[in-house]
């Protein structure tokens, strides 16, 4: 008899790869159980992986857009906050110093003088802020602090000269060997004059108009360069009869002397009035004397402040690129050349971050999506700041002694320049504009979040649809699989027990 071999043996041999086939494909189903990915690598996905790499790679330049967004956001957030600062500090100081509000103090100084510095000061370190480094304020070079601190602004060091010298030398300038703005009052007999130096140096007042209302006064004006007035006494004036002179100061504004004719039996400040003499040589000595005290009270005064103005402004123009323009000298009352630009050896350079030309806004800008880059930039060196931290430094710097007799019109002369600046007239950027533009920043990169998060929503749900599984779906594989396993183990054990033996009688 022939016996061929069909038991176990042959099961066992004919059935490997079914059951490796079945475990693997069992601990498959585990693993996506616990990590809910249909596969590690994107080759097990088959013909879903070039989706798959599509809708990630989608995904990646989402994720990167909203993160530039981000931190650009909140890089906005703080320039508008300072800004806002700024804009309160300016509209305080506009409010707190102002004309006719001059006390005399010890110090020289009045209560507002003393908050224009502490907010003078505020403002240099709201325009330092840094976020981990990067200085918002300093358009491309964020790297650079832009701001030089209130001491080397306001004094110097032992070799570069701050706002407080320019001020003085500009002032000396101005002023002239006489102290009468570089005008000459002059004048004999029965005549008086006025007459700008010659040359026409850009300092100092410029003559600008004279009139009179009275047929006493025979007044003419040359417009020059340089210009002049002559008045000659042909009669006697009438009392409250006036001469009017109109000068131009350095800083744009104009100014008037009014004289103003009075009897000699009465009195009057010498600056003006003049009085009426018994004949006209005396009446014309009168207002010669008149006029020279006016021309000297005016340069003390308004001339004063005018020139502070300018000094301060020219000083804040200034930067890397374009040193702040200084008065040649000294000696300086003498100067006659146009002021030049100083050197970052010999004058102060308040700003130290990116003057390039260009938008400040475009300094820094951000992806926002494919097609749209939003400009984010701002640099301390706009013009809305250096119109505020020039009236802050031009307050902080000036004194007004009590003793003297000029300080309260002079005082009067700068704080009514300073709020007529802090009001940014007309031509002028305003702090509103520059938080209107970062507001526009804002808006845009808000929308574009908003879109791209949509975006990302729905690319994520259609990506969960290719690359991951339903843990319903897989568990009731495992089950299916796992009963399959069952039954093959337990056919296998019977039929390994089975022999030979079994089937003889």
């Known amino acids: 008899m022939t016996i061929t071999a069909t038991g176990t043996g042959a099961y066992r041999l004919a ?19 616990i990590t ?35 931190r650009a ?31 005399p103090s010890s110090t020289g100084r009045s209560a507002p003088q003393v908050l224009a510095e502490e907010k003078f000061k505020q403002v240099l370190d709201m325009l330092n802020t840094d976020v981990n480094g990067r200085y918002l304020f300093s358009g491309r070079t964020s790297d650079v602090e832009p701001v030089e601190g209130f001491s080397l602004i306001m004094d110097g060091d032992a070799t570069r000269a701050g706002l407080k010298q320019l001020i003085a030398e500009r002032k000396l300038a101005d002023l002239g060997t006489t102290g009468m703005g570089r005008l000459t009052a002059g004048g004999a007999g029965t005549s008086a004059t006025i007459t700008e130096e010659a040359g026409d140096p850009p300092y100092g007042f410029k003559i600008a108009a004279a009139s009179t209302n009275s047929a006493a006064l025979n007044t003419t004006y040359t417009a020059g360069p340089p210009a002049d007035v002559a008045v000659n006494v042909v009669g006697t004036p009438l009392v409250g009869e006036t001469l009017k002179i109109k000068l131009d100061l350095p800083d744009g504004t104009q100014e008037e002397i009014v004289l103003t004719a009075r009897d000699s039996a009465t009195t009057g400040k010498a600056h003006e ?86 938008s400040a806004r475009a300094t820094a800008s951000v992806q926002a999506d494919q097609g749209q880059v939003v400009a984010a ?56 504009e520059i938080i209107v533009e970062l507001g526009s920043a804002q808006t845009a990169m808000a929308q574009a979040k908003e879109r791209h998060t949509s975006t990302k929503n729905y690319l994520t749900t259609t990506l969960d649809g290719v690359e991951n599984v339903t843990t319903e779906e897989v568990a009731a594989q495992i089950l299916a699989l796992q009963t399959q396993l069952q039954a093959s183990y337990q056919t296998t054990s019977i039929l390994s027990k089975l022999s030979l033996t079994n089937y003889l009688p």
Do not use: C, H
Not at 15 to 33: E, G, I, M, Y
Not at 86 to 95: A, D, P, R, W
């Open 15 to 33: 059935k490997p790869n079914q059951f490796v086939a079945t475990r693997s494909q069992f601990d498959d189903l585990q693993r996506q159980l």
């Open 36 to 70: 809910k990915k249909k596969s590690e690598t994107f080759a097990d996905l088959g013909m879903d992986r070039s989706t798959s790499l599509d809708l990630n790679n989608k995904l990646s330049t989402l994720d990167g857009y909203l993160t530039g967004i981000q």
């Open 273 to 358: 009035t003049f009085a009426i003499g018994p004949d006209n040589a005396t009446t014309a000595a009168n207002l010669r004397a008149a006029i020279s005290a006016a021309l000297s009270n005016e340069a003390k005064t308004t001339l004063s402040a005018s020139s502070a103005q300018v000094a301060a402004k020219d000083f804040f123009n200034g930067s890397s690129s374009n040193p702040p323009l200084r008065v040649p000298g000294p000696p300086f009352e003498t100067a006659t050349a146009a002021p030049a630009p100083g050197t970052a050896a010999n004058t102060v350079i308040w700003y130290k971050g990116d003057d390039a030309a260009g």
């Open 377 to 432: 930039g701002a640099r301390a060196n706009e013009q809305a700041f250096k119109v505020g931290l020039a009236q802050f430094a031009v307050l902080a710097a000036e004194t007004f002694p009590a003793t003297d007799t000029t300080s309260g019109d002079r005082y009067d002369a700068l704080t009514q320049r300073a709020g007529e600046q802090l009001g940014f007239p007309n031509g002028t950027q305003k702090p509103s």
């Open 73 to 103: 956001d909140v890089n906005l957030k703080l320039m508008t906050t300072s800004v806002e600062n700024f804009t309160k500090l300016v509209n305080e100081m506009k409010s707190d110093a102002r004309p006719g509000s001059y006390l």
